[in-house]
């Protein structure tokens, strides 16, 4: 769930054109150019990498380049309240905690027991990194 809320927030920032297509222009007033030089969107997993990229230094206490699992959770704890606020739903913090385990465990992908970029940004796009 915190995946999708997640890319679906990282979406929404990378793409705040879609937003504004009800308002364009009709198309004959809008001057042909060549395919080749519009700008493209980013994918999911760019928008991901850029979030990952900003926050990071934030949560990497140590500025080791990895986060250990205190680290790691205190950020997944912040983006699962900023999903439960959205959604109007709650976890005990026992739940919350566990969740933030589980968490670890999975995007810690080398078994190192710290969570680098690259696997941060794997975990929170699924895997499509």
Partial sequence: MIRA???TSALLTAT???AQA???APQESVPASPQGNQAQPAT????VASIV???FPAYDQNHDG???????SRWMVALKDQELKATGKSLAPAEVT???DGAFVTADADKSATVSKPELIAYLSGGAA
């Fill in 22 to 24: 009800g308002a364009a």
């Fill in 53 to 55: 990229d900003t926050e």
């Fill in 5 to 7: 809320f997640l890319l």
């Fill in 98 to 100: 566990a969740w933030a």
């Fill in 44 to 47: 999911s997993g760019d928008a």
């Fill in 66 to 72: 990895q986060l250990d699992k205190a680290e790691f």
């Fill in 16 to 18: 705040p054109a879609l």
